[in-house]
């Protein structure tokens, strides 16, 4: 018997231990993710927003799946070592999981854009299911959300806040101009909507002590807000920096989405 650890939240898990127990049903599978959400979709973060569908919608598989395929999770939980050589993982208990086979699935974690204040409370990765479903339960104390986005994802997400009647500013690095077609369309969907749009600036900085209350754009002009959301985090891969892994921009693998490491377990 083999024990098979995966880490991340992305919608391959399924597959992933779908095709293990088809092989080798005796297997043990753990599944980490740092985030307390279950695996799930995150293009359909936006129609959740919106309320269009349910939390259970959003997610790949309901709790039952992993329980009749005897699947061990590990949720909300940082990683804080990799140990390729012995083949074991460990959080900020220390508590030490082993492995013999190791499969990364998604980016463990994302980073917001070089920005002072981004870790205040309020500012939400649009990405992330754990943000954007506290960011919805806070919908009652929000009034103003400031988005920064030039993408048809990011806009979707501005939609949805604007649908639970909420002041929405967007904030767009480039021109109008520049972008698609498709995206120019939607910006004036939005317009005819009442949101404001900002364009050819930046957030440079979020105000506030603990709380995000304010934004200060590279124009120098100050908006206040109970939250800002932005939706161009990138994944981010410190915990794998000094280790084996060949890095690039990310993991580098080859034809067959093998990691440059002798250490992962695989043939």
């Known amino acids: 018997m083999k024990k098979i650890v995966i880490l991340g939240n992305s919608p391959a898990i399924v597959k ?7 092989a080798a049903p005796e297997n043990e599978i753990v599944v980490w993710s740092m985030e307390k959400s279950l695996p799930y979709f995150p293009e359909r973060l936006a129609d959740y927003a919106a309320e269009n569908i349910s939390l259970k919608e959003v997610l790949c598989r309901p709790e039952k799946f992993y329980q009749q395929n005897n699947v061990r999770l590990i949720l909300g939980k940082d990683v804080n070592r990799i140990n390729f050589r012995k083949g074991q993982l460990a959080n900020e208990e220390k508590e030490i999981v082993d492995y013999d086979f190791l499969v990364i699935a998604g980016a463990l974690e994302r980073r917001f854009p070089d920005i002072k204040g981004t870790n205040k409370y309020g500012v939400v990765d649009a990405n992330k299911l754990d943000d954007v479903d506290h960011f919805v339960k806070s919908f009652p104390f929000i009034d103003t959300v400031i988005l920064q986005t030039q993408t048809i994802k990011g806009l979707k997400m501005a939609e949805a806040v604007r649908k639970a009647k909420k002041e929405v500013i967007i904030v767009v690095p480039a021109s109008l101009s520049s972008l698609s077609e498709e995206i120019q369309a939607k910006f004036k969907e939005l317009e005819t909507a009442a949101v404001r749009i900002i364009q050819e600036n930046a957030i440079v900085e979020i105000l506030g002590d603990a709380d995000a ?38 993991i580098v693998v080859d034809a067959r989405l093998k990691a440059s490491c002798a250490f992962l377990g695989f043939p």
């Open 16 to 22: 992933i231990i779908e095709d293990v127990r088809a």
């Open 213 to 250: 209350r304010a934004v200060r754009l590279k124009s120098g002009k100050v908006f206040a807000c109970e939250a800002i959301l932005f939706d161009e985090t990138v994944p981010y891969f410190k915990l794998f920096i000094d280790t084996p892994l060949k890095m690039n921009k990310g």
